[in-house]
């Protein structure tokens, strides 16, 4: 499996990193070996001062696809989630000044938490979903899925010209504003309308 991210997806969060509105989905991708279990612990990489979180609706592709149009996206995805796009800020940085690839700073072991799946129902509107973010009981991050820029349809049918979706892959679809540090022993929890769905401890 593979895991597809979006960047700048929200404009807030694009503002806040100083980033351009998008014309078109950033994408990126994480290795399978990136996918935190559930339940485990992040560890700090030793080789980072910035580990930054960055929580995400996620979503899994239960089809197999290829140049997949936006209007039947949506029976090529079934289950959603709240993950955290881990981010070795200040190794990005660097990498991003030098206009070379992100990977060592997004792509490390366990960079990808993703909690609870729930299965996506005839009445939820995904594209109207609530969601936030808790850091140490606090809330950092809370946005709605109405202010990607890119919704996740549009994302399949951009993603999918370039990379075959197949089952098990995961959609990463942004960040809003609010991303920040993170530190030995914090935690964090996700909500989506309400429900706690992911629940991480950084060691
Ligand atoms: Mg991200």
Known sequence: MKIICIG??????AKELNNEIPTEPVIFLKPQTALLAEGRPVYYPEFTDDLQYECEVVVKICKNGKYTQE???????NE???????????????????GLPWEIAKGF?????VGRFLPITADMDIGNLDFELRLNGLQVQHSNTKNMIFNVNRIIEYAS????FNIGDLIFTGTPAGVGAVNAYDKLEGYLEGE???DVDIR
């Open 8 to 13: 700048r997806n929200y404009a807030e969060h």
């Open 196 to 198: 706690k769905l992911l």
């Open 161 to 164: 010209r370039f990379f075959s």
């Open 71 to 77: 209007k039947f996206a949506p029976k090529y995805y």
């Open 109 to 113: 072991d366990n960079s990808a938490a």
């Open 80 to 98: 959603i989630s709240l993950g955290i796009d881990f981010t070795a800020r200040d190794l990005q940085n660097k990498l991003k000044q030098k």
